[in-house]
């Protein structure tokens, strides 16, 4: 039976697949082109087929660029809308593991002309848990020993009035939790957002009051984000960097941008262009968050040469960051003081204090 934090979750990933479609992403779902004899549409969502079973996962996309040497890459998007004081907890990052471990074994066979066959992934699968409200520590260990990628908006202001709204989703917006509730959730969000029409179905487990939050408050919310870009801080560890405006192209007239962190007292953190004054056309802030654990091991592994990958980098931090600027897809590092990580935890510190 599904409840009404499940709701909340699937409301924030579908929001996600929505800000993934800015970077590059396609959703893959019932609607969807991208259909093949590895999913199907089950009866209460989409099924992903693994080694040993079929397995639901509502929330996938598919990256329209696949790079050289690399088969399709999938994501497969778990989000969790919890009350502030609830981190998700390291049952999330088991339930992700296991799934990712089945669907990438899902080998299919090619024949040769000589009668050998051997066997090969179809897709390169990857998984990521969302959270508003942070990960235990069990559960940051747990992930990143198994690859699993975390990424957390607390505090990112940019994204509240979305949680906000989500939050406001509550009894009074479902009156059945039966099994197909969370499916009729999603179809009504996701039409909305891509301007489907959708259809009325009867019994309806949403009630009138639900579909016009969905319809306006949560969309609307969403809709303002209308910059989404996803870097990969020492090319390890993901963030999702997220502005109300799209990032400016006359800012990244380079491919390496010199950049500062700012947030220190408010606990609000941003990335915004090193010598740039706010009034500039060239001026942008990056908003994000990134679960204390996973900054302390940044923090050690700092100087380790596989994750700097680039001697120039002993000098500067860097994020490479993916998504469209100026209508063109680019791939921009941002360069930062190696300094700013151990600010990080320490004004995570007094802020907690």
């Not at 981190?87 to 040769?112: C, Q, W």
């Not at 989500?166 to 179809?187: H, P, Q």
């Not at 408010?266 to 990335?271: C, D, E, L, M, Y």
């Amino acid at each position: 039976m599904a409840n009404i934090s499940q709701a909340r979750g699937a409301l924030l990933e579908e929001a996600i697949l929505f800000l993934l479609e800015k970077v590059g992403y396609e959703t893959i779902d019932q609607h969807s082109s991208l259909l093949d004899d590895s999913l199907r549409v089950g009866s209460s969502g989409l099924d992903v087929r693994g080694r040993g079973a079929w397995h639901q996962i509502d929330a996938l996309a598919s990256f329209r660029s696949s790079p050289a040497f690399m088969y399709p890459l999938r994501l497969m998007v778990e989000a969790k809308c919890y009350q502030a004081s609830r981190p998700v907890g390291i049952e999330v990052a088991r339930n992700s593991v296991g799934v990712l471990k089945d669907i990438s074994e899902n080998y299919f066979t090619m024949h040769s002309r000589g009668g050998i066959s051997s066997q090969a992934p179809r897709f390169n699968y990857h998984a990521a848990i969302f959270s508003t409200s942070g990960y235990t520590s069990g559960a940051v260990a747990y992930a990143v020993a198994h690859q699993i990628f975390l990424i957390q908006y607390e505090n990112v202001q940019v994204i509240q009035p979305l949680i906000n709204a989500i939050m406001d989703f509550d009894e009074d917006c479902i009156t059945n939790y039966g099994k197909g509730a969370l499916s009729e959730v999603r179809e009504i969000y996701r039409s909305a957002l891509h301007d489907r029409a959708y259809p009325l179905t009867t019994p309806r487990s949403v009630t009138e009051v639900g579909h016009e939050l969905i319809e306006s408050s949560i969309i609307e919310a969403v809709r303002n984000i209308r910059g989404s870009y996803f870097g990969m801080l020492q090319g390890r560890w993901p963030l999702h960097l997220l502005t109300e405006n799209e990032l400016p192209a006359s800012a990244f007239l380079t491919d390496i941008v010199r950049c500062r962190i700012t947030g220190y007292e408010s606990g609000n953190w941003k990335f915004t262009p090193l010598n740039v004054s706010e009034n500039s056309d060239n001026w942008f802030e990056l908003q994000f968050s990134l679960p204390e654990d996973i900054a302390k091991m940044v923090r050690d592994n700092f100087g380790d040469r596989e994750a700097v990958a680039n001697i120039k980098q002993q000098h500067f931090s860097y994020i490479d960051l993916s998504g469209v600027i100026g209508g063109i897809r680019r791939n921009i590092r941002l360069e930062l003081d190696q300094n700013w990580i151990a600010r990080y935890i320490s004004s995570l510190d007094e802020v907690r204090n």
